[in-house]
């Protein structure tokens, strides 16, 4: 039995989620929003979106089509973001939980470079160690977007998916953009 710690508990947690995301098929509704972004008359397409289950690329949206604004659980960074270097998760979150404690059996992620313990690429409340190169180049896909948009004076059609008011990342985008 492993003992029980906050880093070993820390990363049963996000095995845990991992698993889930992961192992989770998309449901239909990013189906029907990738079919609708290839409507003839449907020149851009973008999703704006808190989720850091990477279902909008795992249901074929390209990545320079999606901006997960909280990063995403497929990819690793540094706990201290010392390193500035943001990695595939691959098996890394693939833990040995142990059911008594609840806590991860064997080695912990770590960081390829300074071997200190590597943490999944998300944006969490009071984050100050959020590594945003990711999320940055994800940005810049954005604003190019929403400037094509503004170039070609194009109609802006906003679908929210499930945006709620706990915390209204997108909710918010959705209501400024382009105003």
Same mark, same amino acid.
């Given at each position: 039995?492993?003992?029980?710690?906050?880093?070993?508990?820390?990363?049963?947690?996000?095995?845990?989620?991992?698993?889930?995301?992961?192992?989770? /098929?998309?449901?239909?509704?990013?189906?029907?929003?990738?079919?609708?972004? *290839?409507?003839?008359?449907?020149?851009?397409? !973008?999703? !704006?979106?808190?989720?850091?289950?990477?279902?909008?690329?795992?249901?074929?949206? *390209?990545?320079?089509?999606?901006?997960?604004?909280?990063?995403? /659980?497929?990819?690793?960074? $540094?706990?201290?973001?010392? $390193?500035?270097?943001?990695?595939?998760?691959?098996?890394?979150? *693939?833990?040995?939980?142990?059911?008594?404690?609840? $806590?991860?059996?064997g080695n912990?992620?770590?960081?390829?470079?300074c071997k200190?313990?590597?943490?999944?690429? /998300?944006?969490? !409340?009071?984050?100050?160690?959020?590594?945003?190169?990711?999320?940055?180049?994800?940005?810049?896909?954005?604003?190019?977007?929403?400037? *094509?948009?503004?170039?070609?004076?194009?109609?802006?059609?906003?679908?929210?998916?499930?945006?709620?008011?706990?915390?209204?990342? /997108?909710? $918010?985008?959705?209501?400024?953009? !382009?105003?």
């Open positions: 039995s492993e003992k029980h710690n906050t880093a070993n508990f820390g990363y049963a947690f996000w095995a845990y989620r991992y698993n889930a995301y992961t192992s989770s /098929v998309p449901h239909v509704g990013y189906e029907i929003a990738k079919r609708w972004s *290839n409507f003839n008359n449907i020149k851009y397409a !973008f999703s !704006f979106t808190s989720n850091i289950d990477g279902h909008w690329i795992k249901s074929g949206w *390209n990545e320079s089509e999606v901006l997960e604004c909280h990063g995403s /659980v497929n990819y690793m960074q $540094c706990i201290d973001k010392c $390193c500035q270097r943001i990695w595939n998760t691959d098996n890394a979150l *693939n833990l040995e939980v142990d059911p008594k404690t609840d $806590c991860a059996i912990l992620p770590q960081c390829p470079d200190k313990f590597a943490r999944p690429n /998300v944006l969490m !409340f009071g984050d100050w160690k959020f590594l945003d190169i990711r999320l940055n180049e994800q940005t810049s896909h954005y604003d190019t977007f929403k400037s *094509n948009i503004a170039k070609i004076k194009a109609k802006l059609l906003i679908i929210e998916l499930g945006a709620g008011t706990a915390v209204p990342t /997108v909710r $918010c985008e959705s209501e400024r953009a !382009f105003t």
